[in-house]
């Protein structure tokens, strides 16, 4: 009767490991513990550069180095590079988001 429980009790013991396991994967992708501070500033920062005033001014950037190309003031190829510069920094969350959800990271 005592070799009727023993491949029971190792598949719960297997069970429980791969829940443990698990449990600890899930743990790792959360946040550390006392990072609320840094995750608070990094937020405020974000919302700093890309708020009304910094799209303003990226707007105005983008306009004078349209009219400098316009009037042969400025290389194409330096002009191009601003304005995909400026297109990458507005996207950038959701180019992030693009390359979580394609590598299978929530």
Do not use: E
């Amino acid at each position: 009767m005592r070799k009727f429980f023993q491949p029971k009790a190792a598949a719960l013991a297997t069970a429980l490991m791969a829940a443990a396991s698990q449990a600890h994967a899930q743990a790792v992708q959360s946040d550390p513990q006392g990072s609320s501070a840094l995750l608070a500033g990094v937020m405020w920062l974000q919302g700093s550069l890309m708020g009304n005033v910094a799209t303003a001014v990226a707007v105005m950037a983008v306009a004078a180095v349209g009219f400098m190309m316009l009037t042969g003031r400025l290389n194409w190829r330096y002009g191009a590079t601003v304005i995909l510069g400026c297109f990458i920094l507005f996207g950038a969350t959701t180019i992030v988001s693009g390359i979580r959800a394609a590598s299978g990271a929530a």
